[in-house]
């Protein structure tokens, strides 16, 4: 992945570029200390004129109101709000009207943010304070007064806390006045910049000591960077949080959310002072000291499937690549390529406008369905079914195009969802509940209502990751689910006792991932690798778990690795440096999974004996369900079951 940057020959502007703004994917507002904002259309490549400032005006920073709340279109006059070096923000129409200014600090008002309700404004001054106001310039609070200016601010995911810096200190402070605040120092200069995604819910913070970090919502520390050239001066989260880009003079790097770099651009810009992601996520523009506007998009993203390679080449177009043969097929596309998965023999593209399915049988004739307004903002596949999230709602849709639901709550933001939040199987869809992280609530994939009675599994702590199986019957579904404290969980999806059975089987589990053909789990436990062989047989006898375990040193990979996809009998995983390694699981229990499920107890006998003879940990596994199933059905007796569970004495 890298940034395809653009810069004109000469700079629109004649003095420096303070902010950027996007109204939509193609469409951008600048603004600059020659008093002017211009309006730039990526489509037609032109620019023009909004409105030219009085000469006291110089900005500092433009934020828009947002579009959607709460995942309704917002139907108010788009306007946004320009700080500026006299004191006062403006709120300004779309137009270029200005409809208010407001008297706000003393000194330069250094920062303004709409919260992700519309609801309300912070404004941070050279005079080291943070005020609320209502969204037509009321002042509501000052919610505090440091004692040197307050250089970047950001909300909180649910726009009740404010993410501020305070010289070399961020500090998280919450709305209520009782609330308890969270302030750690973060740098050894002055902190520039921070932004806080809705999505990861991570933060990120740059400063005159020349280093990004990332940190999460509680102050750990997640990645430092390396000591640049130049302080950074700027810093902007991608829609979804997968990615950042970050700026400093004549330096623009996009970065994993882990922090490692995809790339780095060295245009002539001076200092990138104000980044800016287009809604859908495929677009950055940068306000740079020289004048100039630089406009960046993200190719050559990477896509793996069993023995196809897809590559983003262009903004609308994909290259596809069977490694088996070298066929190398191009796929164009109408509208810009917003979103993409590729698993289960399907490739999922979702565009602006429209979203393709096509089968790896078939490069040739996509299916083709048209989207509803919103930019799709994840993609999940199961074997039958495709999960689309965008602001507005989720949706499942059938390999063919047919909508099959749309799963709602009370209170659902589907802008805040993500892949550790939401999974997806061939009869169920599980959520975690934003406004109660210990919530995991069940939809029936085909009425999209809730499972059963209704009733959502409550843990007793945060839940931050889930997972659901992917093989076997719906009234067998269960659902893994790591904890705030890395434990790792698992319960039935469709329980009959009025509380659900949760059990543990799992501590310090960082990473985790199903098998795509058989209910193997996998995950990063502390510095090992382990494999759950048949994870379900935690509810028949504890004991037994331990018996069903493939254990790998975790040596061979770096530092906080995380398991992309299992597939087969590959698991693919990407390092803390951003390499991507791969390990390989035992093929033989996958194959006994098969057997069972098929009711083939005679090839089941027949393989353990074999992986007993190659001194596999497959002779000790095999589930209590599949050995009662062969003792019924005569293939089994009391002997055989026992050489299974132990297999080092004879039968």
């Not at 059990?503 to 991932?513: D, T, Y």
Request: include cysteine; aromatic fraction near 10%.
């Amino acid at each position: 992945m890298r940034l395809k940057t653009s810069l004109l020959k000469e700079p629109k502007h004649k003095e420096l570029a303070s902010c950027v703004g996007w109204t939509t994917a193609d469409e951008l507002y600048s603004c600059s200390e020659d008093h002017q904002i211009l309006k730039w259309n990526l489509l037609n490549n032109e620019t023009s004129l909004v409105i030219r400032l009085p000469e006291d005006i110089y900005p500092i920073e433009l934020h828009w109101f947002p579009k959607t709340i709460g995942g309704k279109k917002q139907v108010q006059a788009e306007i946004f709000v320009l700080t500026s070096t006299d004191g006062k923000f403006h709120l300004v129409s779309k137009m270029g009207r200005i409809e208010k200014s407001v008297e706000a600090h003393k000194g330069a008002v250094l920062a303004g943010k709409w919260n992700y309700d519309g609801t309300a404004l912070v404004t941070a001054g050279e005079d080291g304070k943070i005020k609320i106001w209502s969204k037509s310039g009321m002042q509501r609070s000052t919610l505090a007064n440091e004692g040197s200016p307050v250089y970047s601010v950001a909300w909180s995911p649910d726009s009740d806390r404010i993410l501020y810096t305070s010289g070399r200190q961020l500090v998280v402070k919450p709305l209520q006045p009782s609330a308890k605040v969270t302030q750690w120092k973060a740098h050894d200069g002055i902190i520039l910049k921070v932004d806080w995604n809705s999505v990861s819910d991570l933060i990120l913070s740059g400063g005159e000591d020349c280093k990004f970090k990332v940190w999460d919502s509680f102050g750990r520390l997640l990645h430092s960077s390396a000591c640049h050239d130049y302080p950074v001066t700027s810093l902007s989260w991608a829609p979804d949080g997968e990615v950042f880009a970050m700026g400093s003079f004549n330096t623009l790097r996009l970065c994993d959310k882990t922090g490692w770099s995809y790339a780095l651009e060295k245009p002539n810009t001076g200092s990138v002072l104000s980044l800016a992601w287009s809604a859908d996520g495929t677009q950055l523009a940068g306000a740079c000291g020289n004048g100039h506007v630089i406009f960046a998009h993200v190719v050559e993203q990477h896509w793996e499937w069993k023995n196809f390679v897809i590559t983003l080449t262009k903004r609308r177009s994909m290259e596809v690549k069977n490694v088996l043969n070298d066929a190398v097929d191009i796929l164009e596309f109408r509208d810009r390529i917003i979103k993409v998965s590729l698993a289960y023999d399907h490739l999922v593209v979702a565009t602006s406008l429209q979203c393709y399915v096509y089968n790896s049988r078939n490069w040739n004739t996509p299916l083709i369905f048209d989207l509803k307004e919103g930019t799709v903002s994840l993609i999940l596949q199961a074997e039958k079914y495709i999960l689309l999230v965008d602001g507005s709602g989720l949706y499942t849709f059938s390999y063919d195009g047919r909508l099959i639901s749309s799963p709602k709550f009370p209170g659902m933001r589907a802008d805040l969802l993500n892949a550790q939040s939401v999974s997806l199987s061939n009869d169920t869809v599980a959520i975690r509940d934003q406004n109660e992280e210990k919530v995991i609530l069940f939809f029936d994939i085909m009425s999209g209502k809730s499972v059963g009675d209704g009733k959502p599994v409550t843990h007793k702590l945060e839940v931050v990751e889930i997972a659901l199986d992917q093989c076997g019957p719906s009234s067998e579904r269960k659902i893994a689910f790591i904890d705030k404290n890395r434990d790792l969980y698992l319960t039935s999806v469709r329980h009959l006792r009025k509380e659900p059975k949760v059990c543990k089987i799992g501590s310090m589990v960082h990473s985790m991932a199903w098998n795509d053909s058989a209910n193997i789990l996998c995950g990063i436990q502390d510095h090992q690798f382990t494999v759950w062989y048949d994870p379900g047989v935690v509810f028949t006898d504890k004991e037994l778990l331990s018996k069903i375990l493939y254990i790998k040193d975790g040596s061979e990979f770096s530092r906080a690795p995380h398991i992309l996809s299992y597939v087969g009998t590959k698991v693919t995983l990407r390092q803390g440096d951003g390499s991507l390694v791969y390990s390989s699981v035992p093929a033989y229990p996958a194959i006994l999974h098969e057997y069972s499920a098929a009711a083939r107890w005679e090839d089941a006998l027949h393989l353990c004996r074999f992986a007993k003879s190659e001194a596999s940990t497959l002779s000790r596994f095999m589930s209590p369900r599949c050995l009662d199933a062969l003792h019924e059905s005569g293939h089994g007796n009391e002997k055989v079951v026992d050489r299974f569970m132990r297999p080092e004495q004879p039968a």
